[in-house]
């Protein structure tokens, strides 16, 4: 009896100290697991720190690094006519002020020459300067879901005051949607599953592959261009190629953005307001 007490007390023991054992590898995993994330957060924080004072990514296009041409996605919003002479892409971001003054010259010489000219919209949001970049655009694309970028383009643009400073601007921009006629849960749904933050986030890609580094930047049939000098080079293009017959244009996507008045949209809103 005494030698089954002894075992007993023995396996206690044993027990015990396998308990000791397990918990103390359990803390030292734990230790481990935490060290091997601080080591993670402080390569991403070096890293991030790195990639924001080299990166030419900013509104201020002095010095641009050389700009390559390319081809613009088949699902980028678009207005104009397929088989236009000219193609304009933009590079834009809803909240930076140059890109808004833009806007009502762009819509200009899509008016002037309606037949001639398309316009490719794609999205650069300089989220290290406009912190409701990125969310404004993901909205805009959600609209175009439904068929509406260019009318949620101008009301963007229009009330650009009124939100840019919002430190959770969805509602506002889940009212532009309602006033806009959309179905607002499809919409919401769309915003909230963040659907579109990878397109965008490619458009982002394509733009630094061609030198892009401020907004608003445009290119003219892949060939980057001011804005002051498109309407001469759209002449010369109308000039040194053969009309062609006009595909159906956008008529129910008109902008809406009022065109009076002479804003110097080539200040590529240096003050990243």
Known sequence: MEDEQQLTKRQRRLLKREAREKEAESRNKKKKT????????????????????????????????????????EG??????????????????????????????IKALLTQYPNDVRLVYNDFPLSQLHRNAQDAAEAAQCANEQGKFWEYHDTLFDRQDDWHNERTPGDLFFSYAEELELDGIVFSTCVEDRSYQSDIQNDIIEGRARGVQGTPTIFLNGEPVSLSDIPSKIEAVIASTPSVTP????????????????????THDLMGQ
Do not use: H, M
């Open 34 to 73: 935490r060290r091997l994330i601080n080591w993670v957060i402080f390569f991403a924080v070096i890293g991030g720190l790195i990639w924001l004072f080299t990166s030419g990514e900013g509104d201020n296009n002095d010095n641009p690094s050389p700009i390559t041409t390319g081809n613009f996605s």
């Open 76 to 105: 980028d919003p678009a207005f104009g006519p397929d088989n236009a002479r000219v193609v304009l892409e933009e590079y834009s971001d809803f909240q930076c002020p140059a890109c808004k003054g833009a806007a009502p010259q």
């Open 247 to 266: 595909d159906t244009a956008n008529e129910d996507n008109v902008f809406n953005i009022e065109t009076s008045g002479n804003v110097d949209a080539d």
